[in-house]
């Protein structure tokens, strides 16, 4: 039985501007993300990682082709519908973690929620916060936590409405290494222990090494897509 993806890309192209400041960011690339499954996407810098991430989270329009995540074909829906999607079965994490600075780490997981006008699933919360390491921090606000433990609280954030998949734009890229591993260990809990779904764009490969599966990409190009891929592999791949 195959398994039905949790982000679908059919020949998609993301084509900026036009005439000679035309760029192709995105040229017809068709990809299957599925459940369960952490996957990085690497490249050199202007290989289109961001536009990719931007396109299959509905930030982003494509030129041609098309979106599915979680079996909703993001151009059938409006900007009303989309924008629901997106708070509700896609969750961010960015990395300037986005917290709000007069709120504490509780408040601030919790604000998606809020701002939808539904309740928490209090043993979801409470699941989340202790796989985070974030029981003594709940009452803290973020400039009384470090940047580490900033992006756990974003981290939950972006799983307390049990998104159907997690898009982390430079998760670590904040981080200092020791920080940055124990981000990446709980996107990894997240698959594992939380069933959850990952994509995550990286331009440092020791992070890439985390994820289950890694993507390459090249001028608008899927180049590789390998599975718990070494630092050597990928560096093979990225010359
Ligand atoms: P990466 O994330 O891998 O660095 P991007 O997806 O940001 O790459 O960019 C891919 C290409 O698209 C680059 O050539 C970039 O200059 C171009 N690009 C990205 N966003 C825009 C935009 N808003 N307008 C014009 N060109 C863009």
């Known amino acids: 039985m195959s398994i039905t993806p949790v982000v679908r890309l059919q020949s998609v192209s993301k084509i900026y501007g036009s005439g000679e ?10 990809v299957d993300f599925a459940p369960r499954e952490f996957t990085a996407i690497i ?16 930030l982003d329009h494509v030129t041609s082709g098309s979106v599915t995540v979680d079996g909703v074909a993001l151009d059938s ?3 009303n ?8 079965r896609i969750g ?3 990395q300037s973690f986005n917290l709000v600075p007069t709120l ?24 989340i916060v202790k796989i985070l390491g974030l029981e003594k921090r709940l009452t803290h606000r973020p400039h009384e936590l470090s940047g580490g433990q900033q992006q ?4 939950a954030r972006a799983l307390i409405s049990r998104p159907a998949v997690l898009v982390a734009d430079e998760p670590t ?3 200092d290494s020791q920080a940055s591993r124990e981000v990446l260990g709980l996107l990894h809990s997240a698959v594992k222990e939380l069933n959850q779904s990952v994509i995550m764009v990286t331009h440092d490969l020791t992070c890439a090494e985390a994820a289950d599966r890694v993507l390459v990409m090249r001028d608008g190009h899927i180049v590789e897509d390998m599975r718990h891929p070494q630092a050597e592999a990928l560096q093979e791949a990225l010359r």
């Open 81 to 88: 519908a989309l924008t629901e999607l997106r708070r509700d």
């Open 43 to 58: 490249g050199p810098s202007g290989c289109g990682k961001s536009t990719m991430l931007h396109t299959l989270a509905g």
């Open 77 to 79: 829906l409006n900007d």
């Open 21 to 30: 400041a035309q760029v192709i960011a995105l040229d017809n690339v068709s």
């Open 92 to 94: 961010f994490i960015f």
């Open 173 to 175: 890229g904040n981080l």
């Open 152 to 155: 756990r609280v974003a981290v």
């Open 104 to 127: 504490d780490a509780q408040a601030n997981i919790l604000l998606p929620l809020r701002l939808a006008g539904q309740k928490a699933d209090n043993q979801w919360f409470q699941s």
